[in-house]
């Protein structure tokens, strides 16, 4: 007799979560130890330019392209194939003789890595029901700056005790572990054996009928392109993820040229935005979800209020230039990573509750696209620019940017035609 999991469906959310933990070790592994690198392998600032650079081209196509072949193939061999191969990428970065060798690496990474955010969401639709749908985002998510945090202390310990190469063979090793995990505990839920039939019926209770009619068909791209829902979620994601590219990329480098920070300093302040971010994964889905349970708001207009909460919120990350106490710039910074995933987990858990389920890999990763587009095309401008003009005005792009995301968000989108949750279970109770 197979034993029955209760709550199994966060069970499979937490090992997505370790996944992501994996993925975002592996993308931050090389930014940690890049000074020892580039030392070692004689690699200019310019040609470490042309390194990340790749993996930024190479992100937003990868997005598309792996929620595609999930919705196509299956979320369990496609994640476990993506799992697999940026953890062999990872290793191989241990290997390279050159700044050509890191450039090709890096593109090959993004393109694998991509997978994270649309197999998310497709296991996000297909174990969740719609109210909980943005709250298993957030915690998915947390592997993100959770990753972001880990890699620093780990990476450092490692080249000091070993080397750099070393490194990149133990971010790796963690990255085949969770595979075999996914492998041997991810199933689909209707052939998960250890699903009982009460979670089963209520993970199906709140599933939209209008989404669920599709799950037959294979998505076709180009008809989630014409949908203005698609740009509706699309572009507020646009607009929404230079904020995060800010705050990988920029910030460390911000806080020594224009703060003034040591590396001492930096390694005590740099990772509190991250700390903030993970709140902000665990605020917007339970804020859309008290919405609809206590004022009977319509899930995707829950999250719209969410989002245009946070987008306020954002308003106050305009001032890190400005103001003059160093630690009040960082704790701007942190409400920017505190706001930021507020909005994103809600904008991007819409996919979930607009499009069929067979669709929401794709859609998601297309949305991914154009986000990916925002963010490289913000980074090259501020990288262009910053020398010239400083960051002060960089900052007020990303405090005032999301209210535009916001606007296109309560423009562009129109809910499902069904009926609020309650209202279905409400009826059904009556029968």
């Not at 992100?59 to 369990?76: E, K, N, Q, S, W």
């Not at 963690?174 to 492998?183: E, T």
């Not at 989002?307 to 306020?312: G, K, Q, S, V, Y």
Request: hydrophobic share 55%; with cysteine; glycine share 10%.
């Amino acid at each position: 007799m197979t034993i029955k999991v209760k709550g199994l469906r966060w069970w499979m959310i937490g090992l997505l979560t370790l996944g992501t933990i994996t993925n975002y070790l592996a993308r931050s592994s090389l930014g940690v130890a890049a000074p020892t690198v580039l030392h070692h392998l004689n690699i200019s600032t310019h040609e470490y330019g042309w390194i990340t650079g790749a993996f930024l081209v190479m992100y937003p196509i990868g997005a598309p392209l792996t929620g595609y072949l999930m919705d196509r193939v299956g979320l369990r061999m496609r994640f476990l194939l993506c799992g697999v191969a940026w953890s062999l990428i990872c290793v191989a970065h241990g290997f390279a003789s050159g700044w050509v060798g890191l450039f090709v690496l890096r593109g090959m990474l993004g393109l694998v890595e991509a997978a994270f955010i649309p197999g998310g969401m497709r296991a996000a639709a297909y174990w969740f029901p719609s109210h909980e749908r943005g709250t298993a985002a957030g915690v998915f998510n947390l592997g993100t700056s959770t990753g972001a945090i880990l890699a620093p202390p780990l990476i450092a310990w490692s080249i000091l005790h070993y080397s750099w190469h070393v490194a990149f063979v133990i971010v790796g090793a963690l990255g085949f572990a969770w595979a075999m995990l996914w492998l041997l505990l991810y199933r689909h839920p209707d052939r998960h054996p250890a699903l009982s039939q009460e979670e089963a019926m209520y993970i199906g209770a709140a599933q939209e009928s209008a989404l669920r009619a599709a799950n037959g068909s294979h998505p076709k791209v180009f008809e989630i392109l014409k949908q203005r829902n698609f740009w509706g979620i699309a572009l507020p994601r646009f607009c929404a993820d230079p904020v995060w590219g800010t705050l990988v990329y920029w910030m460390p480098l911000y806080l020594y040229q224009a703060r003034g920070f040591d590396l001492k300093a930096i390694a005590l302040t740099a990772w509190l935005p991250f700390v903030a971010a993970d709140l902000g994964c665990m605020i917007g889905g339970p804020l859309s979800a008290w919405l609809e349970r206590r004022f009977d708001v319509p899930i995707v207009n829950g999250k719209r209020i969410a989002f245009t909460i946070a987008a306020f919120l954002m308003i106050g990350m305009a001032g890190v230039g400005f103001v003059h106490d160093p630690a009040m710039a960082v704790f701007l910074l942190c409400l920017g990573g505190f706001a930021h995933q507020t909005l994103s987990i809600t904008v991007i858990s819409m996919s979930a509750d607009l499009f069929a389920r067979r669709e929401v890999g794709t859609a998601t990763g297309l949305a991914a696209l154009v986000a990916g587009l925002g963010n490289f095309a913000f980074t090259m401008t501020m990288g262009w620019f910053v020398s010239r003009v400083g960051y002060a005005p960089f900052f007020v792009a990303l405090g005032f940017g999301d209210l535009i995301g916001a606007t296109l968000l309560w423009t562009l989108v129109r809910r499902p035609s069904t009926p609020p949750r309650r209202d279905v279970v409400a009826r059904e109770a009556r029968a």
